[in-house]
């Protein structure tokens, strides 16, 4: 009975300080340093917490509690002396991944976010996303990027785990978050990217890009949870310099000219020991490997002069070109209003040299990295995403991004955000008016695909329009548009009902619902990787059934 006693004060001590830890963590941003025999560690304050991944921060101060902001500074300590879960994540159970079509099998009630996905073009029953996936805080290895796999379109969850460690600089880095998917040819080659990094001294050690691949037949049949059989080719596709953390990856993969079949894979940069008055300036690069990941190039800078910037993106072209985007942010460092210039450097086919930044747009109305949206909590800042299709023969990309429509107090509070597309037929060179995707409320995390097989354009997004009192709760909605005539809408289509109410998860609360959610296209068919609190269950196995977060796959069906 002791036992048992002591088990359930750790498991409440472990509910409460990731409550405070991580409203506070987006909240107030405050953190008191650590002692000056840390090394490499920046000052964790707000403009640092408001750019860097959540799962990093948490880490951190996991690993020095003493660094932790001084009134959840108790339950921090608490949480750093629970004791691991050996079982992970894992599912070998096949099981309908109704109610809601959640897509893992998590039995703990604890939170997944920052959904990715991919989905064969060639074989579409072949379904792959990634999460943050916070039973990784239980994880022993302290693996922490989920990956939810299904050999039947979505319908049902067959296995599911936590991405292995990879090899950074002769050290084992646990996944650390921010997923990545993507699949490649016929037989559909499966790659997942995540950050990597020591989850005891995330800022003092080695860091760095994990990519990894697998087949969809591995997937099937290893054990699941972060089996590194599971994940048997893997590796750091770029690496940290003292000083410097890398972050916010993306990644893609296809076939680019004379190189043949390629994954790139985009990052951000983020210099510690440079003279800003924010602590750090911040760069993207880019690298691009072999399919078989053998061979990788060295990191190419993207972003040029830019010393504040975040959100890559990267699209490899049916043209076999290059396409990168990424957001300057102006006014941060600064201390004013921020403006967002979104731009874009495009390679040729088989080439890893870019041509010239071109702007795609200055959004003046950006929703700001400290900002919140007037009816949420939640932690967001725009984040543009981009691809392209073949209209006419030629390459037309695309952009979208969301936006508020005004900005009050001081230009922090968002109010009715909107989401945006624009488009370019000649590379960038020029771009088509902004045309306004969504309709009403609140409108954020935009996600945007082409169908391989048909001229159709997918874009779907958070939408609050269904919450007419009071501009909460949240659907995701999902638009079709023609590559032809994209200022058209062709079919809007909300595919959650009823709305969710975002902020009923006992541990984030309305703190933090990731930073971007996917949409992915094949053959006149949706899908669509979000998250909500549409399940309930017990906490750490204690009290009653409560709604929690978890990751959903919602499909729309032609």
Known sequence: MAARSSSRLTLTSLATALFLLLVTMVGSGQATPADSRAVDRPATGDTVLQHLSSGVVVRAWLADPASAPEDIRPQIEALARATGDPSGASART??????FDRFNDDSRGLPQNEESLTVCARRPNITLGGTNDYRGLLNPRGNFTGWHYSRNGGRTLLNEGLLPAVDVR???RPSGGDPVSASLGRGCALYSASLNYDPNNAFGNSNGIGVYRTTPERLADCPGGDDPSCWPTRRAVATNRPGHFLDKEWMTVGRSGSAGKVVWVTYSDFDFTADSPAGFT???YAVRCTADLDSCTRPRLISGA??????????VGDDGRTYITWS??????QGTPQTFVH???VAPPGSTNFGPTRVVRRERQAIPFGGKLNGNEFRIATYPKNTVATVGGQPRVFVTWDACSVRVLGETVCEDAVVKLTWSDDLGRTWHRPVEVSVRGQNYFPTIDDDPFRPRLLVGYFTSRHDLAFDNRQDVELVTLSTRRPSTVLDRERLTAPSNEAEADPLLGGAFIGDYIEVVGVDGDGYVHYNANYVSTPLLGEGQPIPQQDNFLARALR
Do not use: H, M, N, Y
Not at 328 to 333: A, R, S, T, V, Y
């Open 343 to 345: 731009k874009l450097r």
């Open 306 to 315: 830019d010393k504040d910037v975040q959100f890559s993106d990267v699209t």
């Open 328 to 333: 300057q942010i102006k006014g941060e460092l």
């Open 282 to 284: 911040a760069q993207i």
């Open 94 to 99: 096949a099981r309908a991944v109704s109610p």
């Open 170 to 172: 002769g050290d084992a």
